[in-house]
């Protein structure tokens, strides 16, 4: 066995072995400590700008005799940062991740989000703060859907300080990745594989209890999950070190003996169906089950992958198929050892995990196993008479989409050279002479991605699919023939000057130089990273394979180049136009996708025949952002373990911390542009938002270069004002930051930009409430914050903003400023000073009197149970949203930590009754919630509104909740000792890497908290905590009976999906409601009442008062502009329930709410 290539940055120890049954191990130690870097050659300035894989550390092949395993290897080791040049492979996504911390920084803020890979989505999907289910770019079935953010979750936060001279901890883990997916499962069962998925984890026989390893996981602040992809199928999990042996003999009987009952198929069902309606609205996941239903019949990537409960279990009712025995013979046939990798990663030694290993895991039996795909495959997966045509796909969002698909034969084998990604940077790049350059010249495009998404389904064992996608303007839309002209042009231009070796040398040298630097991720993602590369590459190339390039190998690029050709290219347009055309009249069958199918016109074809590139186009330039030097500085000034305040004027205040842990040559560098002129209008809120996209639009050409370097870069607006974030190698990090100063100091826009971004700012307000989740999050906020004004209020004001109020807005900005900053890493203080002083002198700024510097204030929900109900925008979204929130008041970190503790105990109880047990939805999830200071905590749902009411939902929900304040009664001082060892664990385990350090750090300076020991204060009080004072806690804030409790203060967001359980139990807020009694909780889910509004007449209502006013013209009018649009004003309409229930108040109008409500003071958190 060939040696194992490692990167020198890495201290952890490995040792592969491979089992008598067949199975596949990798050991990962990390029990030894992080010593400080010595200044060896290759750090120096003058070392060679490539490290090359010679030099690179090589573990040594140390075989041992352990009765079981046929080789072993001890090795050192490796992290992923991907490539830059992941960039471009992955779509882009713009993210509005809106969390209640007092956090208006970066990554944690209550507005947006922009960097160079989000800010104009092709999709316009993103995720959000309330649940990962959000992520629409979810690709396949059983995509991980693990609840919310670090900062919201009952999980410590990567905002949060570490303790002081306190041993740090870190989680063990292990993933198992089967080399069986969704390709391999039976035409008439389609689904089957990820079903099978969710089975295996309903308990074994050694283990039979279903839900034994969550609540064991749980009560040992660890996690569990698993995907079903294309060709393989990962489990993963993680623990506390000391509870991995019982962990993972847990884990591995469930591929020893799993039960497989026939009575838990039915609830399982459930939740594969709720999970199947949680992606029906998702733009991406129809793109590729539409692209997928035009492959060869025969072909596995024509199949319905998601399952629902049609596919696997009324066709094979129909069909006479026993689901049942199905399932365990596609497990039988399938799970066998040798098709199973496995990675584990702890503090034990080697020889400890060996032994671990070894006995836990040679359990699982031999099976007849063949991971080869069966039947027919044809030579291509897609038939060329129907693969290249044009088709026009009516999306649910607002975009408008041009998407060019090929199909390569697979390239799995070529990772040695990966020629996509060098087509991938040479298309995608947007300096000058770029495609994207090109159409922005022209008005014709405001973002383009190429490549190949990295998936199961664009990059497989049969084929490897390259795309290119660009999110059109309007103009665009008129101009595709153009466009399309424009893309074919540039690749014939690409194919005829060949592969240039120093481009391809510099991709190689970004991903060295990442590789070479490399910082750890958690060891949950890295495990399950690892095993999945077990199944694609030789042991040697475990750990780079994925992200290192490693022969130039013209040929075969060329090769791959020669076949992007018109007549091969599968044409999609993806465009809301065409929901008032009419003409997408076919639908595929399971996500319902409305399509139309043309012949390419001829003037296009001919067109291409004979292309001549324009002279405009040239390949990408010498990169000058890849970095060169790599030495770590001294620093004589500041020696401290945590952020110092090095300076402070009227202007500015700067705080500094020099990288003594990490010993990488990057650094982190944020500065928070702080302005009252956000909170005074949404006029504002919307040129603030404006103001970013043109930003990155302006200097995309310039700045592209450097995230192809590995540079990373952000703009966030919030409601106090601006962040600049700019994170990676300290040499470059300066000039790209002053790129964006310049920018901003003299900022200018064109009208024809300022009237492209503008439309598409429109559509994103618009596609931000469209989706259930977000809307909640909006109208919770709009609840609670002081000011915060939501999608629904900035799409209406922005058709009113001009260039001139943009430009009178920016002026007023600048001239309002305080800047606060941090620099952390391998840079010293009189440089982070520097820096500070460049953004003062660059904008110009004047002192800021304190008294202008915003305080977010949140109001004060009065006792007792409030709700607000409104009806969805989304006509197609089946999926109710239910966000119980619980206001406790101001916190401090003691109030806190007695949240979060509470959360822990309730995650397990919560997942297990709600979504196990109960069936409610896919998505249940419990959090505490830091709201600006004010501590509280909530419960969510998501659930289909076919089959639940929100009443119904609600009482569930508070029946739980009664359910566990009689646990928390009876807590036992065993239980509670070991759930606050657990969590004082969490927050013991060390930052990974500089950036999440940082980003924890920034967290305590935008909260103006300034509490970077929080972490050593939280365990502190941890400790010193007694049952009897949490249980007393509990009994307030939880309980027995909620009908009873005059104290609670909570308040309810409900987002009525549409479906006819959940329509027929609301009305209009404010018309006649049936009576019923009030003394009672009503059941309203088994009441004959859910059916006193039919549900025609519920739709027929709504469609006339709700979710827009007239417009001021008809779409008729306009003929098939989309324009028209713009002039709907959209309104929430608020529902209440049917019959009168309890002690309930509906919310009917925000505003007159608010106005009745006292307002907190400004919290800060200082004990």
């Keep these: ?71 072993c290897l001890p090795l050192p080791p490796k992290i992923s940062i991907a490539s830059s040049i992941a960039n471009y492979i992955t779509e882009r996504k713009y993210e509005d991740v809106s969390h209640d911390n007092k956090s208006l920084g970066p990554d944690v803020s209550a507005g947006r989000s922009y960097s160079p890979d989000s800010l104009l989505p092709l999709s316009d999907e993103g995720s959000s703060d309330e649940s990962a289910s959000d992520d629409e770019d979810a690709s396949g079935p059983g995509s991980e859907m693990e609840g919310n953010s670090d ?15 306190t041993k740090k901890d870190k989680m063990a883990a292990a993933a198992l990745c089967v080399g069986v997916g969704s390709f391999h499962e039976p035409k008439h069962l389609q689904g089957l594989a990820h079903f099978l998925e969710h089975m295996v984890f309903m308990g074994s026989e050694k283990y039979p209890r279903e839900n034994y390893f969550d609540a064991f996981l749980n009560k040992y602040g660890g996690s569990d999950n698993a995907y079903t992809e294309c060709e393989k199928t990962v489990y993963k999990m993680e623990v506390h070190q000391k509870h991995l042996g019982r962990a993972l003999d847990i884990f591995a009987n469930f591929f020893v003996a799993p039960l497989i009952k026939e009575e838990s198929m039915e609830r399982e069902l459930q939740a594969i ?72 990663q702890s503090k034990h030694s080697l020889d400890d995990l060996e032994q671990m290993v070894s006995k836990i895991f040679s359990a699982i039996p031999k099976r007849t196993a063949t991971s080869k795909l069966t039947g027919f495959l044809p030579h291509e997966p897609f038939p060329l008479e129907q693969f290249t045509k044009l088709y026009k796909v009516q999306p649910v969002k607002k975009v408008n989409n041009l998407s060019v698909t090929w199909a390569l034969p697979s390239l799995l084998h070529e990772y040695m050279t990966k020629p996509l990604e060098y087509i991938s940077y040479v298309v995608g790049h947007e300096g000058a002479g770029s495609i994207l350059a090109y159409l922005r010249e022209k008005s014709w495009a405001l973002s383009l991605v190429a490549g190949n998404e990295g998936t199961g389904f664009h990059h497989n064992s049969t084929c490897s699919l390259f795309n290119v996608t660009i999110s059109l303007t309007e ?54 990273r690892l095993c999945s590369n077990m199944q694609l590459y030789p042991p040697e190339h475990y750990l780079l394979g994925e992200t290192c390039l490693f022969e130039y190998d013209p040929a075969i690029i060329q090769n791959c180049l020669d076949m992007l050709v018109p007549q091969k290219a599968n044409i999609m347009i993806i465009s809301c136009r065409y929901q008032k055309q009419g003409i997408c009249t076919l639908k595929e069958p399971y996500l319902e996708t409305q399509y139309c199918v043309q012949d390419i016109p001829q003037e296009w074809t001919s067109a291409w025949a004979n292309l001549t590139p324009d002279p405009y186009f040239d390949v990408p330039q010498p990169n000058k952002y890849i970095a060169t030097d790599f030495s770590l500085k001294e620093e004589a000034d500041y020696q401290s373990e945590l952020p110092v305040q090095v300076r402070e004027t009227g202007c500015y205040r700067l705080w500094y911390k020099k990288d003594t842990k990490f010993n990488v040559p990057k650094a982190c560098i944020y500065f928070q542009l702080i302005s009252p002129v956000m909170y005074m209008s949404p006029e504002n809120a919307v040129l603030m938002d404006l103001l970013g996209d043109i930003l990155l639009q302006n200097m995309s050409e310039e700045t592209n270069a450097a995230v192809c370097a ?14 600049i974030r700019v994170i990676g190698f300290n040499e470059k990090l300066p000039v790209l930051f002053d790129v964006i100063l310049h920018h901003l100091a003299n900022f200018e826009v064109k009208q024809e930009l300022f009237d492209n971004l503008k439309k598409h700012l429109h559509k994103r307000y618009y596609n931000d409430f469209m989706k259930p989740s977000r809307l909640s999050t909006d109208t919770r906020f709009s609840i609670l914050h002081q000011c915060h004004w939501s999608h629904i209020e900035k799409r209406t004001i922005i058709k009113d903003v001009t260039v ?9 900005f600048k001239n309002h400023l305080f800047v606060e900053g941090l620099v952390h890493g391998n840079m010293t203080s009189s440089e982070a000073i520097s820096l500070a002083e460049l953004v003062v002198n660059k904008l110009d700024c004047k002192p800021l009197p304190s008294c202008m510097i915003p305080e977010a204030r949140v109001m004060k929900i009065p006792h007792g149970n409030y709700y607000c109900r409104v009806a969805s925008f989304n006509l197609e979204d089946p999926n109710s949203v239910i966000v119980n929130y619980y206001q406790l008041g101001p916190g401090d970190v003691s109030r806190h930590v007695l949240v979060e503790l509470m959360i822990n105990f309730m995650e397990e109880p919560c997942f297990d009754t709600l979504r196990t047990k109960s069936q409610l939805g896919y998505d249940v999830n419990c959090s505490n919630r830091n709201t600006n200071g004010i501590a509280g905590f909530t419960v969510s749902v998501s659930c289909s509104a076919e089959k639940f009411t929100c009443t119904y939902v609600d009482q569930q929900i508070e029946a739980f909740l009664c359910m566990f304040a009689k646990k928390m009664t009876e807590l036992t001082q065993e239980e509670f000792s070991t759930q606050v060892s657990s969590l004082v664990k969490q927050k013991n385990c060390s930052d990974l890497y500089l950036q999440e350090e940082s980003d924890r750090h920034w967290q305590e300076i935008v909260s103006f908290d300034y509490l970077f020991d929080r972490l050593h204060r939280e365990i502190e009080f941890l400790k010193n905590l007694s049952l009897d004072k949490f249980k007393n806690f509990c009994k307030i804030l939880l309980p027995l009976d909620h009908r009873a409790e005059p104290l609670r203060r909570k308040l309810s967001i409900q987002i009525v999906g549409y479906g006819e359980a959940a329509i027929a139990e609301s009305k209009p807020f404010g018309s006649l409601s049936l009576e019923a009694s009030s003394s009672t909780s009503v059941d309203v889910q088994d009441s004959s009442v859910n059916r006193a509004l039919s549900f025609e007449r519920c739709i027929e209502h709504m469609h006339h008062v709700h979710p827009w006013k007239q417009p001021k013209q008809s779409p008729e009018q306009n003929g098939n502009d989309d324009s028209s649009s713009e002039d709907i004003t959209y309104l929430l309409q608020f529902l209440e329930s049917a019959v009168k229930i309890g002690d309930s108040t509906f919310i009917g109008d925000v505003t007159l709410f608010k106005r009745q409500l006292p307002v907190y003071p400004f919290v800060r958190v200082d004990s």
């Design 1 to 71: 066995m060939e040696d194992i290539i490692t990167s020198l940055n890495d201290t952890r120890s490995y040792r592969v072995i491979t089992l008598a049954n067949g199975l596949t191990a990798l050991l990962i130690s990390d029990h030894k400590v992080r010593a400080p870097s010595s200044r060896h050659s290759s750090s120096s300035p003058n070392s060679s700008q490539r490290v090359s894989h010679e030099q690179l550390s090589v573990a040594e092949e140390t075989p041992k005799d352990n009765g079981c395993a046929v080789s």
């Design 151 to 165: 900062t919201e979750s009952g999980h410590p936060s990567q905002s949060e300080s570490k303790p002081l001279n």
């Design 273 to 344: 169906d709720n999970e199947f309606q949680l992606v029906l609205p998702s733009d991406s996941c129809r793109h590729q089950q539409l692209l997928g239903s035009i492959a060869h019949e025969a072909h596995p990537m024509r199949k319905f992958m998601w399952g629902n409960t049609k596919s696997l279990k009324e066709v094979p009712l129909i069909e006479g198929v026993d689901a049942h025995a199905a399932l365990r013979s596609f497990f039988e046939e399938n799970y066998s050892p040798e098709l199973m990798t496995l990675a584990v």
């Design 475 to 528: 103009d665009g839309l008129k101009h595709i023939g153009e466009v399309l002209t424009a893309v074919f042009g540039f690749l014939a231009m690409v194919q005829r000057k060949g592969p240039i070796e120093s481009i391809f040398n510099e991709i190689r040298t970004v991903s060295d130089n990442n590789f070479r630097w490399c910082e750890e991720e958690s060891p949950l993602d890295y495990v399950e």
């Design 710 to 723: 590995s540079l990373d870069f952000s703009i966030s607006v919030h409601e106090n004002g601006l962040t």
């Design 804 to 812: 001139s109020s943009l430009l009178s807005f920016v002026k007023l």
